[in-house]
């Protein structure tokens, strides 16, 4: 949830696995049981927001955007213009956000962002404000024709939409370039998704087949199968891991217990 399981950590490390596990399935029951009776649904039409939020919304754009322009032009280093672009981009996604936040009454997307089940503000901004600052590799858009990222912009154009800012939130559609864009960032994030995962698995698997014969012995020492010393002490400094913090022994904690 909203703690990230801080809760649940503190219960398995103050009292044990066991209390912890008799928690997780208590409170398992309990959620299942709530939501049988209650229920839990929710329509797009919970992400609607005042017509005066959406004016205060364009208006920031608007504002912020005119200011980066004017901003950008003054910058010739590339690097730094790109960083005060992106920064801009943000800010304006952020003030949008809290508009967002302070306009939703309290409905069930709101109630599920709060509690840390799903979303986020900025995911209900770009559904009902606007969507932001797309990116590839984490830089801004510049791929596509000679000096500008699509025939609509001029050549050398350095403004927050010729760089993949898009402007209107999901609900009231994407126009043509800021659909372009969006698509771009969504194809990367799931080239990303599908070769980073096999990646991964297969350095996980890597590291499991080296690792499965070392282990700890009587005196402490760390030894492979053919006893070989790797650490003279687990980690090299005796704590852990499952006890710890972050690689630290939490001294509060011990003194409670």
Same mark, same amino acid.
């Given at each position: 949830?909203?703690?990230?399981?801080? *809760?649940?950590?503190?219960? $398995?490390?103050?009292?044990?696995? /066991?209390?912890?596990?008799?928690?997780?399935?208590?409170? !398992?029951?309990? /959620?299942?049981?709530?939501?049988? $009776?209650?229920? %839990?649904?929710?329509?797009?039409?919970?992400? &609607?927001?005042?017509?005066?939020?959406?004016?205060?919304?364009?208006?920031?754009?608007?504002?912020?955007?005119?200011?980066?322009?004017?901003?950008?032009?003054?910058?010739?280093? @590339?690097? @730094?213009?790109?960083?005060?672009?992106?920064?801009?981009?943000? $800010?304006? =996604?952020?003030?949008?956000?809290?508009?967002?936040?302070?306009?939703?009454?309290?409905?069930?997307?709101?109630?599920?962002?709060? !509690?840390?089940?799903?979303?986020?503000?900025?995911?209900?901004?770009?559904?009902?404000?606007? =969507?932001?600052?797309?990116? *590839?590799?984490? $830089?801004?858009?510049?791929?596509?024709?000679?000096?500008?990222?699509?025939?609509?912009? @001029?050549?050398?154009?350095?403004?927050? #939409?010729?760089?993949?800012?898009?402007?209107?939130?999901?609900? #009231?559609?994407?126009? +043509?370039?800021?659909? %372009? %864009?969006?698509?771009? /960032?969504?194809?990367?994030?799931?080239?990303?998704?599908?070769?980073?995962?096999?990646?991964?698995?297969?350095?996980?698997?890597?590291?499991?087949?080296?690792?499965? &014969?070392?282990?700890?012995?009587? &005196?402490?020492? =760390?030894? &492979?199968?053919?006893?070989?010393?790797?650490?003279?002490? +687990?980690?090299?400094? %005796?704590?852990?891991?499952?006890?710890? @913090?972050?690689?630290?022994?939490? *001294?509060?904690?011990?003194?409670?217990?």
């Amino acid at each position: 949830g909203e703690k990230k399981g801080k *809760l649940l950590n503190r219960i $398995e490390k103050q009292f044990g696995c /066991a209390r912890a596990r008799e928690f997780l399935d208590a409170i !398992s029951k309990l /959620a299942l049981h709530y939501i049988t $009776e209650r229920g %839990f649904s929710i329509s797009i039409s919970k992400c &609607d927001i005042s017509k005066g939020s959406i004016e205060q919304m364009k208006k920031i754009y608007r504002e912020m955007s005119e200011e980066a322009k004017r901003v950008a032009q003054q910058i010739k280093d @590339e690097e @730094e213009r790109d960083r005060t672009l992106l920064r801009m981009a943000n $800010e304006i =996604v952020n003030r949008c956000s809290e508009i967002v936040k302070r306009s939703t009454p309290e409905n069930n997307i709101v109630h599920m962002i709060r !509690s840390g089940a799903r979303g986020s503000y900025v995911s209900l901004t770009q559904i009902s404000g606007l =969507v932001g600052q797309k990116v *590839l590799m984490g $830089e801004l858009i510049k791929r596509g024709y000679s000096q500008r990222t699509t025939s609509h912009f @001029e050549r050398g154009e350095h403004s927050l #939409e010729a760089h993949g800012f898009v402007a209107s939130g999901y609900k #009231e559609g994407l126009d +043509p370039i800021g659909f %372009f %864009f969006d698509a771009a /960032a969504s194809r990367e994030n799931l080239m990303d998704k599908s070769l980073q995962t096999r990646h991964s698995g297969y350095m996980e698997r890597r590291l499991v087949n080296a690792l499965q &014969d070392v282990k700890v012995e009587a &005196d402490y020492t =760390v030894r &492979d199968s053919r006893g070989i010393i790797i650490q003279f002490a +687990p980690g090299e400094d %005796f704590v852990d891991p499952a006890k710890s @913090e972050v690689g630290r022994v939490n *001294l509060e904690l011990e003194v409670e217990a």
